[in-house]
């Protein structure tokens, strides 16, 4: 029974159901109007068990009970229209639990296969060939750009997560190309087969994709294996002359123009395919390794810098292409706006119904022609971004690229894997010509230069401490592997991975300890002796605390926190991560400095002139500590500004008995617990220092705020050249600046309304907005 077009809600009835006041049941007459379904209850007199009398002696048929049926269905809709949206009637046998797994009558989404069985017999490749429904040979310009557009449409489906079979394969001339007669669609057809296996190869051999991101399954079609990349692209080629000189011939301007968009179409093809076989790793003998096996003396080779050049040529050649793609939509053959069916020949939507699992059915949308070619475009775009990474040299500066390029493609997971089967084509090897372990050694030279990595120093030929290194960095190179795997999943699942591995983070700080004081042992033995203290401790604390404040500001932006939780957030990342992390930069900006002054043990003792310090270079990281600072002082303006909104009493606050603060406070900050450094703060500090900080008086606390976000502006904007990101924090910086003095100032002093937070700006820092 349908209850939506007269409730307020979807319902759920179940019949016979015993409840305390009687037995439900539904009448569905075929005599009623469908609008006017009626609700009977048994009558209280007659509230006995659904069942006949009992039997006489002579085993007669049970006799059956006479019952009187009430008329309920004007009562029934009145209560309903006293529900909210959302709102579910509880009862004692009747719970949240019933109701989620209670199936709606008459619903067709809860019929298995009630929406997809659509075709009586589903077409298949040689039954659409002998009735006529579809042409294996000499197609019309029209007809191959509506194939052409359909193909694809369904290509960019089956990247958004659903199965190959209900996208791709639904085409029928991808299951039989060598039985095509037509050369375009034919050759179309053996690219279209050599592009998905690319795809799904880049997607699988990074590995870090989730059920609801990709679907590999081929279903058993082997996508052509036995045609290389080279010849789908020479036959693509080949009908692409072909139709160039079709022009010549062609009679009309329509007819020119519908063989033009069909010839950029096929360009496009050819173009975008090179490109995917060109940024695909190739197998090479490694130079490095000839004293192994054969097995390890092959190695992937990511494109070289030159190679990446003409990569990037052949990508703007497709972009322009879409232009003309996206303009001639038109003139292919268009869906039948009363089908699911992408085309209207050679498309079958049930073809492979027998193929997929026995659940559900999975209702699979086929993408809309514009759509598709915008998603095409874009991609590209995200292709020639993705190229850039041959431009990090070092592994600081690829992680940030792997970051910043996880936050601005989110949805595209092919060029999150392109990305990182680029940077690591082998597991162990950076563009498959340098071990990780060296680019992670270089890392933490730049960063803060342990004594033990400088050449001058007597450790960097010790056989003991060499070997200590060495090992260090290759028992802790998967650690380091993993934040690139990391960037690869969805926002989602990064933040899940990122927790647990925190605690691998755990073990290399201890790691990293223990080789600091054993290097510093075997220093102080030496001429002249250098500390080596935490050294790379130091450089293991940063990374560590870089990835427990992006945890943190990751759960505002997949908005996991209720607002009055943003306290004790904010209130950890600016009291202790960003703290921790300006102290980490400083710490190894000073060590930098002390290793630029050595004194010579040669030198004569008797000069007692000071020699003169070198006067550094500007740092690689100066960008990065102003930036921390900014950030720190944005968390602690939204900490004293939520502040002041808590001493006002404009923050909602749970009910005690449906909440516990406590629990909350650990349970946000579980991953933090099994860290050495920094040491995980107690709930009973947040707590302590709250009720400190909510002594001052409100204004006092939105003033306080106001300088934050003023100090962060002022940092922000200090430094030459920003990027997009600081221009959005600078924007909110301003804005909440502007509110705070405004509520300083007393604005609206009496109002208890909450404020708004708006993260539209920036996906971390949102602008606080006052209703009215």
């Not at 990349?229 to 329509?254: F, N, P, Q, V």
């Not at 510093?520 to 560590?544: D, I």
């Not at 190894?588 to 050595?598: K, P």
């Amino acid at each position: 029974m349908d209850l939506n077009s007269t409730g307020p809600q979807d319902l759920s009835i179940t019949s016979a159901r015993s409840v305390n006041h009687g037995n439900f049941s539904e009448e569905l007459s075929a005599e009623q109007n469908p609008q006017q379904e009626s609700v009977t209850i048994a009558g209280d007199a007659q509230n006995n068990e659904m069942r006949g009398a009992p039997t006489n002696g002579n085993n007669s048929a049970p006799e059956l009970v006479n019952r009187e049926w009430k008329e309920i269905t004007a009562d029934f809709f009145g209560c309903v229209k006293e529900l909210n949206l959302g709102e579910l009637i509880h009862d004692n046998m009747f719970g949240l639990f019933d109701a989620m797994s209670a199936i709606e009558m008459m619903d067709p989404k809860m019929d298995a296969g009630m929406c997809c069985n659509k075709e009586t017999t589903p077409l298949n490749f040689q039954t659409a060939v002998e009735s006529g429904q579809m042409k294996l040979a000499n197609l019309e310009p029209r007809e191959c750009i509506g194939i052409i557009d359909a193909i694809y449409s369904c290509i960019v489906s089956w990247l958004e997560g659903h199965s190959m079979a209900q996208t791709v394969l639904t085409c029928l001339y991808l299951h039989h190309p060598n039985q095509i007669e037509d050369k375009l669609i034919k050759a179309f057809s053996w690219a279209v087969h050599k592009m998905v296996n690319l795809i799904r190869n880049f997607i699988l051999r990074a590995g870090v994709y989730e059920e609801e991101d990709f679907q590999p399954s081929t279903y058993g079609f082997d996508l052509c294996m036995e045609l290389t990349e080279t010849k789908a692209c020479s036959m693509l080629k080949s009908a692409e002359e072909d139709w160039i000189r079709k022009i010549k011939e062609a009679e009309g301007e329509r007819e020119k123009e519908e063989i033009n968009a069909l010839v950029s179409r096929l360009k496009f093809t050819r173009l975008l395919l090179q490109c995917l076989v060109a940024l695909y790793p190739t197998k090479q003998n490694s130079s490095w390794n000839v004293s192994s096996s054969n097995a390890s003396m092959v190695t992937n080779i990511s494109p070289t810098k030159t190679e990446m050049i003409d990569i990037v040529k052949t990508l703007n050649g497709a972009l322009e292409l879409t232009q003309v793609m996206e303009k001639s939509i038109e003139y292919g053959t268009q869906p039948d706006p009363n089908s699911d069916t992408p085309n209207p020949m050679g498309f079958s939507m049930m073809v492979n119904q027998r193929l997929l699992p026995p659940t559900f059915p999975r209702y699979t949308k086929i993408k809309d022609r514009s759509v598709c070619i915008l998603y095409l475009a874009e991609f590209i775009q995200r292709l020639k971004h993705a190229c850039k990474i041959v431009h990090c040299t070092n592994y600081h500066s690829a992680l940030n690229f792997f970051m910043d390029f996880s936050k601005k493609y989110v949805p595209c997971l092919l060029s999150r894997r392109i990305l990182q089967a680029l940077y690591l084509p082998s597991h162990d090897m950076v563009f498959g010509t340098k071990k990780l372990t060296e680019v992670l050694k270089e890392s933490a030279k730049a960063f803060i230069a342990p004594p033990v990595l400088l050449p001058d120093n007597p450790l960097f030929n010790n056989p003991a401490a060499c070997n200590c290194v060495d090992s260090f960095f290759a028992y802790n190179e998967h650690t380091f592997c993993v934040l690139f795997e990391i960037c690869g999943y969805n926002r989602a699942r990064q933040r899940d991975k990122l927790g647990i591995m925190l605690s691998n983070f755990a073990n290399l700080q201890d790691e990293a300890e223990r080789v600091d004081a054993y290097l510093h042992s075997l220093s102080m033995k030496n001429e002249n002796p250098r500390q080596h203290l935490a050294c790379f401790g130091t450089w293991v604390l940063y990374h560590c605390l870089r990835a427990m404040s992006f945890f943190l500001l990751s759960g505002l932006e997949l908005e996991l926190y209720s607002v009055h939780e943003y306290l004790y957030i904010f209130w950890y990342l600016y009291q202790f991560l960003f703290g921790w992390i300006v102290s980490a930069l400083t710490r190894a900006d000073t060590f930098l400095v002390e290793q630029d002054y050595v004194p010579d043990p040669k030198g004569a003792k008797g000069n007692q002139k000071k020699p003169k310090v070198k006067k550094r270079k500007g740092k690689t990281d100066a960008k990065e500590n102003i930036f921390y600072q900014a950030m720190q002082h944005m968390c602690g303006g939204y900490y004293k500004a939520l502040g002041g909104f808590i001493g006002e009493e404009r923050i909602p606050e749970p009910l005690p008995m449906f909440d516990n603060e406590k629990v909350r406070f650990e349970h946000r900050f579980a991953p933090f617990a099994t860290l050495s450094t920094p040491p995980p703060m107690a709930y009973a500090d947040f707590k302590l220092m709250k009720s400190y900080m909510l002594k001052s008086p409100a204004e006092e606390l939105y003033s306080s705020a106001a300088k934050h976000f003023h100090d962060a502006r002022v940092l922000l904007e200090s430094y030459p050249n920003p990027d997009e990101e600081w221009h959005e924090i600078v924007k909110v910086a301003k804005m909440n600046f502007v509110m705070m003095n405004l509520l300083a100032s007393g604005l609206n002093r009496q109002s208890k309304a909450p404020p708004e937070f708006d993260f539209s700006c920036h996906r971390y820092f949102p602008i606080i907005k006052h209703k009215k």
